[in-house]
């Protein structure tokens, strides 16, 4: 099938969790910003409103080589892959508004408290 249609591409999903799901249908969406519009006009920032609501959001990252996978010739039983072991997530963040405005990646790594 794949060669009849060059344009298609076999490619693993992202898992999005369901609640993030619900979130982004269009009638979540639309019932949220009409729940809000009033207290928008009430404090006069509904003409602002692409400059004042920002959406932020994070994941998590493990900076270790894991290679999805190697090329090896047929019949190889063992395939090992290195790696340095060290499974500890970073943080990143970002945020972007409606105008178009947005915060550069803020990496947050782990970190050891001393006293």
Sequence with gaps: MLKQHPDLKLRKPEPTPAVSHQGMEREVVKSYFKAIRPTLIKHNMFDKLGAKIWNMNETGIVLDNIPMKVLTRSG???LHSRSSGNNEVTTVIAAVNP????????MIPKCFMTL
Aim: contains cysteine; charged residues 25%.
């Design 76 to 78: 190889t039983k063992y």
């Design 99 to 106: 105008d178009g405005g947005k915060t550069p990646p803020c």
